[in-house]
C-alpha cells in the first residue's frame, strides 16, 4: 500500500472496523480510500492503492452499491467505471441509518409481529410474548422517532445533535408546563 502515512491509517483502521460492523475487511478500506479520494477511482486504481485483488475488488464494490454508499461515475472518454462516495457525510450517515433499518430493523418487527400474532399455550410462551411485546414497542417507538428525525434538514438535525444531554432540560420544562396546567384552578369562564 503506497498511500501516503495518515491516509494509510485512516483505510487501515476503517478496514478494521467494517469487520465489527458486519462488512469485510477490504469493503471497509475500498470504502475509506474512495471516501478520502478527492476524485473518482476506477477497480485498478483501488487495486494498486490497496494491494488487493481485482475481483476482491469488483466483489467489495458490488456489496458497497448495494448499501447505496458509492456513486458510479463514468469519465469523458474513459470506458472504465469510476466510483466515488456521496459529498456530504450527513447524506452518507442517512444512507447508513436507512440501510441498516431496512436490513435490521424492520425484519426484526415483521418476525416480531408474525409472532405476536400467534396464541399463547403456556404460561411460559405468555411471559415471552408479553417480554416481545415491550420489545417490539420499544423498536416501534424509535423507528417512528427516527422517521421524524430522517426528514430534518441537516442544519436542524445537527443543531439537534448537539444538544446532547440539553434535552433533557427542554422535556423537563415541558413537564412543569404540563403540570402547571393541570394544576391551576378552573375559571367560570373555562
Not at 78 to 94: A, K, N, S
Amino acid at each position: 500500500m503506497n498511500l501516503p502515512s495518515t491516509i494509510q491509517a485512516f483505510v487501515l483502521h476503517f478496514g478494521e472496523m467494517g469487520s465489527r460492523w458486519g462488512i469485510n475487511r477490504t469493503v471497509g478500506q475500498i470504502y475509506a480510500l474512495l471516501f478520502l479520494s478527492p476524485e473518482p477511482l476506477c477497480a485498478d486504481q483501488m487495486v494498486e492503492a490497496l494491494d488487493i485483488s481485482r475481483s476482491n475488488v469488483s466483489i467489495s464494490l458490488r456489496e458497497l452499491q448495494a448499501w447505496n454508499l458509492v456513486l458510479l461515475k463514468h469519465l469523458p472518454d474513459d470506458r472504465r467505471d469510476f466510483f466515488t462516495t456521496p459529498g456530504d457525510v450527513w447524506q452518507i450517515l442517512r444512507t447508513l441509518a436507512e440501510e441498516r433499518k431496512k436490513r435490521e430493523v424492520d425484519p426484526t418487527l415483521s418476525v416480531l409481529r408474525a409472532i405476536l400474532m400467534e396464541e399463547p399455550q403456556t404460561p411460559q410462551e405468555r411471559h415471552a410474548q408479553a417480554r416481545m411485546a415491550e420489545m417490539h414497542g420499544l423498536i416501534k417507538q424509535l423507528t417512528t422517532w427516527y422517521d421524524d428525525v430522517k426528514g430534518l434538514e441537516t442544519a436542524r438535525l445537527a443543531m439537534l445533535l448537539s444538544m446532547g444531554r440539553k434535552i433533557s432540560r427542554l422535556v423537563e420544562g415541558a413537564d412543569k408546563v404540563v403540570s402547571l396546567g393541570r394544576s391551576r384552578p378552573r375559571r367560570e369562564t373555562d
